[in-house]
């Protein structure tokens, strides 16, 4: 949350002093009408916005560390850059490759964790301002080996949203240990999703899929607006993960995975 400084409060303090002195000096005077002096006041007391708009702009501290970050949602888009996050040690950030933005792309090389979610987290953490459906998506490659199959998932979590399902057509399940049922054939424990990428082009592409040889879209439910927890957790080495959208079901995934888009806005937790 933003906090005035002294240097503000003492700024509009004498900005107010002024305007009162004006307005007195204004109102004395037999000369102006009435509709001068309001002209005059509305004149003064938009400068003052300003002058206030600006210290504020000055004073404010830029995010200075990466695990306060906080993503913020707008007209129904989060647009991430995955290496914007604290991460463990096995966690590599690598600037090769021409198909990736930012800073690069994150890469696990630590041991794999096929079976046991939890191990080498990342979180992000994402301001909703319009509830809604969102659907997640990520631009991942495989970077270990020639097989599609193979170092081409990562784990993923939302413990905080109204509901985290996957869906396709009609089919719609949960991730193991929420109490709903039914659950994705495949890697589920604990309220976390294997989210994998296929097919044999192994370089970065939008897929966040779930349940093995049946991919089903992942979507996370914010019924309200608010600050909501995402986490990731290493599962196969050789995964590489370059960026992250969530978008709201309103709009569309060629919207959403647009390389214009802007960055979703940082603020400080
Ligand atoms: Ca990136």
């Known amino acids: 949350m933003k906090t005035n400084s002294p240097k503000q409060y003492s700024l509009v303090f004498f900005l107010m002093l002024v305007i009162g002195f004006l307005s007195l000096q204004i109102s004395c005077s037999s000369d102006e009408t009435s509709e001068e002096v309001m002209a005059v006041e509305e004149e003064i007391e938009a400068e003052i916005e300003e002058e206030v708009s600006e210290v504020e702009e000055e004073v404010a501290q830029p995010c200075s560390n990466v695990s306060d970050f906080i993503f913020n949602e707008k007209e129904g888009l989060v647009t991430v850059e995955f290496e914007e996050a604290e991460f463990s040690e096995d966690w590599k950030l690598k600037p090769d490759g021409t198909n990736v933005s930012g800073a690069g792309y994150m ?3 630590g041991a794999q964790h096929l079976g046991e979610p939890g191990n080498g987290k990342a979180r992000f953490m994402i301001k909703i301002e319009n509830a809604g459906t969102y659907q997640f998506l990520w631009k991942s490659a495989v970077k270990i080996g020639d097989n599609g199959t193979d170092h081409n998932d990562t784990w993923l979590r939302f413990n905080d949203a109204d509901d985290f399902y996957a869906k396709n057509g009609t089919s719609i399940v949960y991730p193991k240990d929420t109490g709903k049922t039914p659950n994705p054939e495949g890697a589920t424990k604990d309220g976390w999703f294997k989210i994998y990428r296929s097919g044999s ?5 939008w897929q ?11 979507f996370v439910v914010f019924e309200n607006p608010g600050t ?5 957790s290493a599962r196969s080495s050789g995964h590489g993960i370059d960026k992250f959208v969530l978008f709201n079901t309103s709009r569309t995934k060629a919207e959403a995975i647009a390389d214009s888009n802007e960055l979703s806005k940082v603020t400080c937790n």
């Open 228 to 232: 909501y927890l995402m986490e990731v």
């Open 107 to 109: 890469v696990w090389e």
């Open 201 to 205: 082009n192994l370089d970065f592409k």
């Open 208 to 218: 966040a899929s779930t349940f093995d040889n049946n991919g089903h879209d992942v």
